[in-house]
């Protein structure tokens, strides 16, 4: 059987702000989106809380009306503010429970060729188990699997599930599994939280998905906090906890008697890494005995071991970490990039990738068969 994960960045719709080119002045909106975010959830407003809510919806491009080129305004009851036509705006709720709203990014829509590359990157790996990052929705999936899969091969994914996590800019984790593999059960880890708070900002959902000659594989899916805005060290501190947590659950369920388990996804961070290194290295106390199939003296990168944008090793931050079990029964794994542009030509690309803006992915999809 095979295994794969593959950051999608979003089937049909993706936040206009992430698509941007200008990515050093978007970084800071998006921080300031984030910052508002957290403001509006304060149970009350302070007037320095107020002042604060002002300046940021203006710079967010909010000062004269909900709507804006990169974020919206949601007011569905009550108000969280009142512009006055001569101009100037001012908070009148008193705190959360004054309105009923929030915060969205505006989308725009990917081009087709696109959405046709990352199917054919899907079609192209078939996959019997695919983890899927940052899909809009369970539906998009869906959508996705009927409307853009099955006109390549007549073949489409048995069962298709997502589980809405975290993240406000609605980029989660999923998976599709073909129709002899089907999802037993599923167990989400959305409300896991430790003292600095919620730990991980979209899922790590577990799915148990039952094998067509019997027993099960367990696939943890994931998809780290980016490197991309916020503070260096307090996304560091973010993607540690992670870490962590995700590396609890793998021991809890190894100790249940989970044999054959995979932890994958986008994990935002390089092997050698202190984030990553209770997932990859452990504790001393506790060392981890998950293998990265880069590992594997079967695995084939093609000369260029990084899995994001130029496939520098600087930029290997995807993974598939396998179980004792499931390492030992590695017969091929490597890396495809039919999807992801390459201006210098240093892999082969979809003859009909011809621009940037038509790749299926920034992020390489990551592949390992298995004799289970």
Do not use: C, K
């Given at each position: 059987m095979r295994i794969a994960s593959f950051n999608v960045e979003n089937l049909f719709d993706r936040a206009t702000l992430l698509a941007a080119d200008d990515w050093a002045t978007h970084r800071v909106l998006l921080e300031k989106y984030a910052r508002l975010t957290r403001i509006l959830q304060r149970p009350t407003y302070t007037a320095e809380d107020k002042?604060?809510?002002?300046?940021?919806?203006?710079?967010?491009?909010?000062?004269?009306?909900?709507?804006?080129?990169?974020?919206?305004?949601?007011?569905?009851?009550?108000?969280?503010?009142?512009?006055?036509?001569?101009?100037?705006?001012?908070?009148?709720?008193?705190?959360?429970?004054?309105?009923?709203?929030?915060?969205?990014?505006?989308?725009?829509?990917?081009?087709?060729?696109?959405?046709?590359?990352?199917?054919?990157?899907?079609?192209?790996?078939?996959?019997?188990?695919?983890?899927?990052?940052?899909?809009?929705?369970?539906?998009?999936?869906?959508?996705?699997?009927?409307?853009?899969?099955?006109?390549?091969?007549?073949?489409?994914?048995?069962?298709?599930?997502?589980?809405d996590g975290n993240d406000d800019r609605g980029i989660d984790v999923g998976i599709m599994t073909r129709g002899d593999h089907p999802i037993e059960r599923i167990v989400s880890h959305v409300d896991d939280a430790d003292l600095a708070g919620l730990v991980f900002g979209r899922d790590c959902p577990e799915y148990t998905v039952t094998l067509p000659g019997g027993g099960t594989l367990l696939v943890l899916v994931n998809h780290f906090k980016s490197k991309g805005y916020g503070q260096a060290a307090d996304s560091n501190r973010r993607?540690?906890?992670?870490?962590?947590?995700?590396?609890?659950?793998?021991?809890?369920?190894?100790?249940?008697?989970?044999?054959?388990?995979?932890?994958?996804?986008?994990?935002?961070?390089?092997?050698?890494?202190?984030?990553?290194?209770?997932?990859?290295v452990g504790s001393a106390g506790e060392p981890s005995d998950l293998r990265d199939i880069s590992a594997h003296p079967g695995f084939d990168d093609g000369g260029y071991p990084g899995t994001y944008t130029t496939g520098r090793a600087g930029n290997k931050i995807d993974y598939i970490l396998c179980s004792p079990a499931v390492f030992a029964a590695i017969t091929a794994a490597g890396i495809f990039r039919k999807g992801v542009w390459t201006a210098s030509n240093r892999w082969e690309m979809y003859p009909t990738l011809t621009r940037e803006q038509d790749a299926a992915s920034d992020h390489a999809a990551l592949w390992v068969d298995v004799d289970l």
């Open positions: 002042t604060l809510i002002v300046l940021l919806l203006a710079d967010l491009g909010l000062a004269a009306s909900d709507s804006g080129t990169w974020v919206r305004l949601r007011q569905n009851r009550g108000r969280l503010v009142t512009r006055r036509r001569a101009g100037g705006m001012s908070v009148v709720a008193d705190g959360r429970s004054d309105w009923v709203g929030w915060l969205e990014l505006t989308t725009q829509a990917v081009s087709e060729l696109t959405a046709r590359h990352t199917a054919q990157v899907v079609h192209d790996l078939g996959a019997d188990v695919l983890g899927v990052v940052e899909a809009e929705s369970r539906i998009a999936l869906q959508r996705f699997n009927v409307d853009l899969l099955r006109p390549l091969g007549n073949r489409i994914y048995g069962h298709v599930m997502l589980i993607r540690r906890r992670q870490a962590e947590r995700v590396a609890e659950i793998y021991r809890r369920r190894r100790a249940e008697g989970h044999e054959h388990v995979v932890v994958l996804g986008d994990l935002n961070d390089t092997p050698d890494s202190a984030p990553l290194a209770p997932l990859l």
